[in-house]
Nanobody
Framework: EVQLVESGGGEVQAGGALRLSCAAA????????MKWIRQAPGKGLECVSS???????FYADSVKGRFTGSRDNTKNTLYLQMNTLKTEDTATYYC????????????RGQGTQVTVSS
């Protein structure tokens, strides 16, 4: 059974930081490109970051310079360090398989809520 379990969300003031984690099980994690997608209330999905099996990263313009994606293949875990958070970063964040060239995925976690207050 494939499991992607996100953690690390919460409420933080604007300008603060959070680190999201996504623990993977049941997949050959190291072989997968992984991504973080988010959905703000009333808005569509947005892919904010991806990282391929070699560690090459992609960031959406909206988070570039503030968010850093990484992975630890020895722990089957994906990370998203989010700094200088803005109120517009408020969303449910999901980790999923695949890159940011498409919003679809084979596997996705249940999500973790990030709320940034002013």
């Amino acid at each position: 059974e494939v499991q992607l379990v996100e953690s690390g969300g919460g409420e933080v003031q604007a300008g603060g930081a959070l680190r999201l984690s996504c623990a993977a099980a049941g997949i050959a994690f190291s072989a997968y490109t992984m991504k973080w997608i988010r959905q703000a209330p009333g808005k569509g999905l947005e892919c904010v970051s991806s990282i391929n099996s070699s560690g090459a990263t992609f960031y959406a313009d909206s988070v570039k310079g503030r968010f850093t994606g990484s992975r630890d293949n020895t722990k089957n875990t994906l990370y998203l360090q989010m700094n200088t958070l803005k109120t517009e970063d408020t969303a449910t964040y999901y980790c999923a398989t695949g890159g940011c060239s498409a919003l679809d995925y084979y596997y996705r976690g249940q999500g973790t809520q990030v709320t940034v207050s002013s």
